[in-house]
């Protein structure tokens, strides 16, 4: 049983770029909630999606968008990058019935030159 | 705004000893806590949590202690082995089961053999 994966491993991008990252969630969930973490940092919230409509929003400007698939699968969109961007991105799946219980993905570390 | 805080940034321990973890939060509708903990290039993994009804959970070597009056937690591993070592994460919601998670800026804990 596939746990969480997330595509690419590690991107470089430079000020201004968009960015697209993917995450497939555990098999059997149907919520997808997506992590920023900075160096020395713990992640912090940036939304979750369940049944294809993003549900909840932490702090994060409009430039942070995403989607959810028929298939519960997730993208993390960034657009005008900026240097500030470059960290952690985690995606967590879970149930939308039990989101308190969250299982992480590895992680996307994306570079911002 | 930092709502959940991990004073100690790093905490070494030797090898059979008592380790813990210390966590305060601000938020006083925060009602379900969670303790991840994360290995380098691996995302976050639930450890333990509990709910505000109790002040106690325990799962073998770990146990979470609550103080709802303090706005406090604890996570107490017993015996600290060296596989231990990684970066422990407290985390707290307002106890709905859709409600967002929010992190704490996490411990590195190395166990010395």
């Known amino acids: 049983d596939a746990g969480v994966t997330q595509s690419p491993t590690h991107l470089i991008k430079t000020r201004g770029q968009q960015v697209t990252l993917r995450c497939s969630p555990k098999s059997g969930h149907d919520t997808v909630s997506w992590y920023q973490q900075a160096l020395g940092q713990g992640p912090q919230f940036i939304f979750q999606y369940y049944e294809e409509e993003e549900r909840q929003r932490g702090n994060f400007p409009d430039r942070f968008s995403g989607h959810q698939f028929p298939n519960y699968s997730s993208e993390l969109n960034v657009n005008a990058l900026l240097l500030g961007d470059s960290a952690l991105y985690l995606c967590a799946s879970s149930l939308w019935a039990n989101n308190n219980e969250q299982f992480f993905g590895p992680g996307t570390r994306l570079t911002v030159l | 705004d930092q709502q959940v805080k991990q004073n100690s940034p790093s905490l070494s321990v030797q090898e059979g000893r008592i380790s813990i973890l210390n966590c305060d939060y601000t938020n006083s509708m925060f009602d379900y806590f969670l303790w991840y903990k994360k290995y380098p290039a691996e995302g976050p993994t639930f450890l333990i949590s509990?709910?505000?009804?109790?002040d106690k959970n325990e799962d073998g070597r770990f146990t979470v202690f609550l103080n709802k009056s303090a706005k406090h937690l604890s996570l107490h591993i017993v015996p600290s082995q060296p596989g231990d070592s990684a970066v422990y994460f407290c985390a707290a919601s307002e106890g709905t089961s859709y409600d967002k998670v929010i992190f704490g800026p996490g411990t590195s804990l190395s166990v010395i053999p």
């Open positions: 509990i709910s505000s009804i109790k």
